[in-house]
């Protein structure tokens, strides 16, 4: 098994549908999060799930919903979305120690919003 | 959110060319790390620097984290078209948070 496993790996959607992306690590890791990558910005932190409780919502807009039923597992549930939403997102995790981490991502899920 | 900035944003360069990056902040974290990433893949971990004023060495690639610990740059040496690819910092806060420059994106022609 690959440390970070994102699926679907592609995904279509309407404004109007709801889809959700699922991310699994198999690190054994305390600490998993939601990055959006658009072209030419940053990558934009969404969402930091620390030990199962959440520990950061970046303003992100109600649409994008996060879930994380357990230390392994993490979703972004995803409804009414907008075309400038359509982007790269990535799912990581890391194991906090102290004031040090490192961040393994997965491969990533390309959405296109319609 | 902290802010990081990366330049250059583009470089194009020969085989065989040195190269640096850098990566600056107003901020102080408390570690910072340097990932690349490929095209339909995720960003992979290259280096992590704890230490104000800590160089670290990989092959080729050098980095070194800034006496504050607001910045860093990486240098590349003799650079191979295997090190095309978008380079990334992110400073690490004390809260499990990181935050990303902008990237630089390499290519290196034969």
């Known amino acids: 098994e690959t440390g970070v496993t994102q699926t679907p790996r592609h995904l279509v959607m309407g404004m109007t549908n709801k889809k959700s992306l699922k991310c699994e690590q198999h690190?054994?890791?305390?600490?998993m999060y939601w990055y959006k990558q658009s072209a030419k910005k940053p990558l934009e932190l969404m969402f930091v799930?620390?030990?199962?409780?959440?520990?950061e919502n970046n303003s992100v807009p109600s649409r994008f919903s996060p879930e994380c039923p357990n230390s392994s597992h993490l979703f972004l549930h995803l409804h009414t979305l907008q075309p400038e939403d359509s982007a790269l997102y990535l799912c990581?995790?890391?194991?906090?120690?102290?004031?040090?981490?490192?961040?393994?991502f997965g491969e990533g899920s390309r959405l296109t919003v319609l | 959110t902290q802010l990081l900035e990366q330049s250059p944003q583009f470089l194009s360069i020969q085989e065989g060319e040195n190269l640096t990056v850098y990566c600056n902040s107003s901020?102080?974290?408390?570690?910072l790390q340097w990932y690349r990433q490929e095209p339909g893949e995720g960003p992979v971990l290259l280096v992590t620097?704890?230490?104000?004023?800590e160089v670290k060495k990989l092959k080729r690639l050098t980095f070194q984290f800034g006496d504050a610990r607001k910045d860093s740059s990486l240098h590349i040496t003799a650079a191979q078209p295997g090190d095309t690819g978008l380079y990334l910092c992110?400073?690490?806060?004390?809260?499990?948070?990181?935050?990303f420059g902008s990237g630089t994106k390499l290519n290196v022609k034969p």
């Open positions: 992110a400073g690490a806060n004390n809260f499990n948070k990181f935050y």
């Open positions: 690190l054994g890791h305390n600490a």
């Open positions: 901020s102080v974290f408390s570690s």
């Open positions: 990581a995790s890391s194991q906090w120690a102290g004031n040090t981490g490192e961040l393994f």
């Open positions: 620097v704890v230490t104000g004023g």
């Open positions: 799930y620390s030990l199962e409780e959440r520990v």
